[in-house]
């Protein structure tokens, strides 16, 4: 299953403008970095797939037990990315890549997220596929993103609560309603992309707006 289009051109001022939306979110991604750190070994390595302004990375790596690298599509969020690493003194191997392609060896982490970017790709099964090769037997994934049959009541309660002036709120509720939300998956598609990758173990969690879509190699 291959995208037409090339998913967000997350650059310059389009990058800019995202990541000032998405920190009003902080929170939620020291809550899943340090859900994800519980259940990793000290010394682990992580990489997060377009990490976007590089957040959730830098949240993991504050744990000082992890090795993050996160590689994104998009030149300004690795830029972004590398400059909020620095500003508070963490270390990330932020790289300039595709999902589809990976510069990685096989086997080369323990733990791997995408979240809120996997509905972009245009080549959402190679992403799978790229996935399963850089994990390590037995290692486990997960890609967070948009259900495409949310309601759009769900998507105003959920942006209303981030906080956002009146425009941006306005400007992120028909960014959902036109354009991320055609983009995203249905649980049940998924599905069928998961089945043709052999991982080992699947399964699908629904959340507030998306699911979590788990993976082990």
Request: aromatic share 12%; charged share 30%.
């Amino acid at each position: 299953m291959e995208k037409a289009y090339k998913g967000m051109g997350m650059e310059g001022s389009v990058a800019r403008w995202y990541e000032k939306t998405t920190r009003k979110d902080y929170e939620e991604y020291r809550r899943l970095a340090g859900r994800f750190a519980a259940g990793l070994p000290e010394g682990g390595d992580v990489l997060e797939v377009a990490p976007g302004p590089g957040f959730l990375s830098v949240e993991m790596a504050k744990t000082g037990r992890l090795r993050v690298t996160g590689l994104d599509i998009s030149r300004t969020f690795v830029e972004i990315a590398r400059r909020n690493a620095d500003e508070v003194g963490v270390r990330v191997d932020f790289k300039n890549g595709n999902a589809s392609q990976m510069p990685f060896a096989d086997g080369s982490f323990d733990f791997l997220v995408c979240r809120a970017a996997f509905k972009n790709f245009s080549d959402p099964v190679g992403a799978l596929r790229e996935m399963r090769r850089v994990l390590r037997p037995g290692r486990k994934g997960v890609v967070i993103d948009l259900r495409r049959d949310v309601s759009m009541r769900e998507i105003n309660q959920y942006v209303e609560g981030l906080g956002l002036p009146w425009m941006s709120a306005l400007f992120t509720k028909l960014t959902f309603r036109f354009m991320l939300l055609k983009r995203a998956y249905t649980q049940q598609e998924f599905e069928a992309m998961l089945r043709q990758v052999p991982f080992a173990s699947t399964r699908i969690d629904a959340n507030a707006i998306g699911m979590e879509v788990w993976f082990e190699r």
